[in-house]
């Protein structure tokens, strides 16, 4: 295993000018494998991506890259980083061996190395057919897998891929969390989304952030632990089930021949016959960002 440095975030705050705190305090450690950060829109998520990648200076806190503070020297991150923004853009008129090999040259790639690279990159995110295809003509799907091999372009060790699947279909989200979960086996990977289902399998390590804040960091089977036991199903018709949604967090509902099937936040049984079930991140996003800890776990 090649040996990634860490990245650190200590006590890493962004006022933006007007006054907004989008990040508040966050203290975090990203080593090789996954981390996940999970949180609604507007939480902050991108804006602690944009420090991470050096594009956005804190207001407060500093950032670390093997010890290096990469605020005042972002150069020591910049040479080994993959970044894929979340508003990515691309030029139109250019194919997308063109504008990779644009990006290479700008990265200082040697043009031979950056041939092989993006047959390479072309082919891992399942483009080769569409080589020919100017930008502009591409579907958002593909704009995001021509934005995914531009971020790995330099083989990093550090990935930073902000809502990496917006815009991609099923099959391609499943593709490009293999891919994601491969690179992470030695690389420090650290992906954002709103959706739990993008982090599910794959995250080593889970963070959840709202209000700028970071409320949980932890293992999935951590962070699993503190809704264990108080996530229930239960079966119940129209205006029972609206009842029980008033009164408990609820995560999924489903429409079944028998009636409604909910899943609940509770710490006692929420209604005769419900069953305790196994909780997933997504009981667990539910409580911290729902508001349903207390009555989950807290
Ligand atoms: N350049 C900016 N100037 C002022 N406020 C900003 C700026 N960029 C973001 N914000 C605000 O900071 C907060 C956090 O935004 P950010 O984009 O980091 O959140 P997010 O979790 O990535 O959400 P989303 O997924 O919707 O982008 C939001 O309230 C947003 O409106």
């Not at 991470?52 to 200076?57: F, G, I, L, P």
């Not at 806190?61 to 990515?88: H, I, M």
């Not at 990935?159 to 420090?188: H, Y």
């Not at 996530?231 to 021949?257: C, F, K, M, Q, Y």
Request: proline fraction near 6%.
């Amino acid at each position: 295993m090649i040996d990634s440095p860490a990245l650190e975030l200590v006590d890493v705050t962004k006022t933006y000018k007007g006054g907004k705190r989008a990040v508040d305090g966050v203290t975090l450690r990203c080593g090789p494998g996954l981390l996940g950060l999970l949180g609604p829109n507007g939480a902050g998520k991108s804006t602690l991506m944009r420090i991470c990648a050096t594009v956005t200076r804190p207001t407060g806190g500093r950032v670390l890259y093997d010890g290096t503070d990469v605020v005042s020297r972002p150069g020591a991150l910049r040479g080994v980083l993959g970044y894929l923004p979340q508003d990515f853009g691309v030029y139109p008129h250019l194919t997308a061996r063109e504008f990779l090999s644009y990006l290479a040259a700008l990265k200082g790639l040697a043009a031979r190395a950056a041939r092989a690279r993006i047959d390479e990159l072309l082919e891992l995110v399942n483009l080769t057919e569409a080589v020919r295809t100017p930008l502009g003509e591409y579907s958002g799907g593909m704009l995001r897998r021509v934005g995914i091999a531009q971020a790995l372009l330099a083989d990093p060790r550090v990935l930073i891929v902000d809502e990496p699947t917006a815009g991609l279909d099923p099959e391609e989200r499943v593709r490009f969390r293999a891919m994601l979960s491969d690179l992470a086996e030695d690389r420090v990977v650290l992906l954002s989304t709103h959706i739990v289902s993008d982090i599910e399998s794959v995250a080593s390590d889970v963070a959840v952030v709202t209000g700028g804040r970071l409320l949980r960091r932890g293992t999935p089977e951590a962070l699993l632990a503190e809704v264990d036991g108080h996530v229930w199903e239960t079966v119940a018709g129209p205006s029972e089930a609206a009842a029980l949604r008033e009164r408990h967090p609820t995560g999924r509902v489903i429409r079944t021949a028998d009636g409604i099937r909910l899943r609940l936040l509770s710490d006692t049984p929420p209604a005769a016959g419900a069953v305790r079930v196994p909780p997933d991140l997504e009981d667990l996003y539910l409580a911290v960002v729902g508001g349903g800890v207390r009555e989950a776990a807290r």
